[in-house]
């Protein structure tokens, strides 16, 4: 054996391991954002501006709330358009989407902000029992679709907005059908995948203990925003924005 060439060798092996663990380190550059009921995907733009700011390819599902399925569907057709990993972000009603959207091969880590993370068994409504929140009950239509009447908008979903970007949200918004609030999800994607997770400490939605159960179930990586409303993630967008980045960097292995 030419011993002449081992360091040569050694040398080569270890910039091959160098290279392989430097490609395992970069981040996931894609991100998936899903918004959750009564809301379209335009509230998300505070969170897209900065992601896409720093370099971040940025979708936003658009979900007709028309049903569970459709609205899960309706996300994975998103995912399906991406090149690579992706970190997959729900807020409110969009963490159950992506708790079962999130099984997709291409998702690397899941964001839930102030976002339902049910296990099989669980519904919205029955874990609303469990920990009450502090709204208004809904406005149901006679077809069976909910609303949030607009008089209750801005002290229950955004009580941390500007009062005039609250009216304006409570009369547009996505009448969503009642039924997604029973769905259940068999596997959802929160075993197998990392999270992360942002509590909304004044939430009036969803409670913030149940955010709380929900994070610690997943053992999420987990923060929570002092005074931020159900819309913390139009409220507080450079801490949501900060949140799924440090996803994006420690998703992957």
């Keep these: ?43 998300w733009r505070p969170v897209y501006d900065r992601l896409t700011h720093d370099g971040y390819n940025v979708s936003l599902v658009q979900e007709p709330l028309t049903g569970f399925e459709q609205d899960v569907t309706a996300t994975r057709r998103i995912i399906d358009q991406q090149t690579g990993p992706v970190i997959l972000v729900g807020h409110s009603y969009g963490g159950a989407i992506i708790s079962e ?11 839930y902000i102030a976002a339902h993370a049910l296990d099989n068994g669980e519904t919205e409504a029955i874990n609303g029992k469990k920990f009450p929140n502090s709204a208004h009950p809904f406005a149901k239509s006679d077809d069976g679709y909910l609303t949030i009447k607009p008089e209750n908008y801005h002290s229950d979903f955004a009580a941390d907005l500007p009062a005039t970007q ?16 029973t769905a259940n999800i068999p596997d959802p994607a929160w075993k197998t995948r ?8 004044a939430d009036k939605i969803i409670s913030p203990d ?3 159960m929900y994070a610690s179930r997943a053992r999420s990586h987990t923060v929570e925003i002092a005074g931020a409303s159900h819309s913390v993630y139009e409220s507080h967008p450079v801490d949501v924005a900060m ?10 292995p």
């Excluded at 799924?244 to 960097?249: G, P, T, V, Y």
Aim: neutral net charge; hydrophobic residues 50%.
């Design 1 to 43: 054996m030419n011993l002449k060439k081992v360091p040569l060798v050694v040398g080569m092996l270890l910039a091959v391991a160098c290279g392989e663990t430097q490609a395992q380190s970069q981040p996931v550059r894609n991100i998936v954002l899903v918004h959750g009921a009564f809301v379209g995907g335009a509230g």
């Design 101 to 111: 959207a999130g099984n997709d091969s291409k998702v690397a880590g899941l964001v």
């Design 243 to 252: 949140l799924i980045e440090q996803a994006a960097q420690h998703a992957l």
């Design 210 to 212: 149940l955010e709380r």
């Design 166 to 181: 609250a009216d304006f949200e409570a009369h547009a918004q996505m009448p969503t059908n009642a039924a997604v609030f």
């Design 194 to 201: 990392p999270s992360w997770y942002m509590v909304a400490k």
